[in-house]
Structures are given as C-alpha cells and as structure tokens.
C-alpha cells in the first residue's frame, strides 16, 4: 500500500477545477492514513521539477490537470522506479480512458490509488517532449490550436466544434515521412503516432494502440473531400474510421514526420516546436497506476 504522495496540480486545468478535485481527493487519502503534499505548478517545465523532486523524495507522484499535464509530470518519472496517478480534471481527459480506475467517487479513487498496481508503460518521445498519449499534424493539430484560441466550453465537445470550424477552409498537406528508416510520401490530411487508443476529447484515434506493447500506432487519413471526411471523423467516436477508405494504422517504432507548409504539431494537447519532428518508442519507461 502506497503511504506518501505528491500531487502536482495544474491550477488553471478546468477553469480551477482541478485544485478543487485533488483537495477533495487528498482529504480521502488522508483519511486512509496516507501523507500527501500537493504542489502547485507554473507551467509545463515547472511541473516536471516537481515531480523529479518527488520521485527523489520516493513518493508516489499524482498528475492532477489535462493530458498535458500528465505528460509533463511524466517527464519527471520517465526512467525511474516513482509511480504516476492520474486525475483527469482537464479538458480532454484521453489518458484517463485508457486507465480503467474507478473516478466516479472520491473515497473510492483515493483507495484504488493507494492499493492498485502498477505496471510498466511506454512513452513516446516528441524530440525531447516526453508523450504519453500522442503526436498528431494536421487537421486535428489545427482543430487543437483553434479550441485553444477561440472562446469554446472547456468540455471535450470542445475539440469536435473547432474541427467542424476549421474544415471549412482546410487544404490537403504533403507529408513527407521517414518511417522506421523508410522515406514515404503521403498527401492528406493527418498524421497521428499514438501510445494509447485515445485523443481530442473520447475520439478513438488508433483503436489497436496499447501502452505497453513496445510500439507505437501511426494513423493516417489520406486525401478526400470534405463530404468524406465528416463521416471519418463521425466514425472516429467508434474507433470504426480505420477500415474507411483511404485511412491507414499500422504499428511502428519511429517516424519523422515534414510537411509542406509550415503547420505546428501537437502532442497531448500541447504545441511542439515548429519545423520536423521525430517521434520515437521509448518501451517500460514509466510505472503508471491501474494501467
């Protein structure tokens, strides 16, 4: 049974829910006998000094916010014996799904996170982002920087309106892959490298993507016409978009992915440097709980 926690929170996750839910959550591991510090983070970096600083001290480290903020704690935990907690008090909350805990009640959470085990899991590296869900360039990165910057509900529903937004003038890109040593070239209109099934609020991208298989899941939607392309992402709910024509998954290890226009990727739901990136498996590098 875990005795000691930190929880990293990122107080602007869920228009300042997520300080509320890990107090409520931290109340409930304290009546179980559990000590708990909960710490504030100022972005993205500072959270990863937090949780290397809790991982030092032996604790058991808790990600409190969005998928981003998960990403970033895990950065801090990558390549060490510290265990990751997830509590999915963001927009998207993607991870959270493919970790099957029992959220709905408080007390109930608070004893799954003391008792569960814990396993192994991959990452992804992004150059030097550490990804625990996935990279995506494309429409869906758009969609992304568009739900970011428009004033939408701070619900998953939220990533589904601003993909609707942007497809009204969306063009096709020119990709230009290297992957797993091989040069290809795909013109379309996304590419995602998925660790896990789940991305832009409940979508199924890569339905067959698991955590600790050693691989990755590249996805790509080829190019077809607007009046196509809504079905797809109907069907992405479902998972069910990876049988459509002109959709490729397949599992990899490593790709880097170039377009033709200069278009910025995001992964977990935060943006990357512009330019290309390579994304690569890094396998059993982080212990994540109830995976």
């Known amino acids: 049974m875990r005795e000691t926690f930190t929880a990293v929170v990122n107080p602007a996750a869920g228009r300042g829910t997520a300080a509320a839910t890990m107090i409520t959550l931290a109340r409930h591991l304290r009546d179980t006998g559990a000590r708990v510090q909960v710490a504030y983070s100022r972005g993205l970096d500072h959270a990863t000094e937090l949780a290397a600083a809790a991982a030092g001290r ?48 408080p007390a109930t959470f608070a004893a799954a996170l003391r008792e569960r085990p814990s396993r192994p899991v991959d990452v992804a590296m992004a150059a030097e982002r550490v990804v625990l869900g996935s990279v995506c360039a494309g429409l869906d990165a758009a969609a992304n920087d568009a739900a970011n910057r428009w004033r939408l509900p701070r619900r998953p529903v939220a990533y589904q309106i601003a ?31 998925a660790n896990s099934p789940w991305y832009g609020g409940a979508l199924r991208i890569a339905p067959a993507a698991l955590l600790d298989d050693g691989l990755l899941d590249l996805v790509t939607v080829g190019e077809m016409g607007r009046h196509r392309l809504v079905p797809v992402l109907a ?50 590098a982080l212990r994540l709980i109830g995976a």
């Open 58 to 105: 032996g604790d058991t480290v808790l990600a409190a916010g969005g998928d981003g903020l998960a990403g970033a704690v895990a950065a801090g935990l990558t390549g060490t014996a510290a265990e990751l907690g997830v509590v999915p008090a963001g927009r998207g909350n993607d991870l959270a799904r493919a970790v099957p805990l029992p959220r709905e009640d």
């Open 235 to 284: 069907a992405m709910r479902r998972g069910a978009h990876v049988t459509m024509p002109g959709i490729t998954s397949r599992p990899i290890r490593e790709v880097t992915v170039a377009t033709d226009r200069p278009l910025r990727c995001y992964a977990d739901g935060e943006p990357l440097p512009p330019g290309p990136v390579t994304v690569r498996v890094r396998p059993a």
């Open 163 to 193: 993909a609707a937004g942007v497809l009204t003038r969306w063009r096709a890109i020119t990709y230009d892959l290297v992957v797993d040593g091989v040069p290809e070239r795909l013109r379309g209109h996304t590419v995602v490298i």
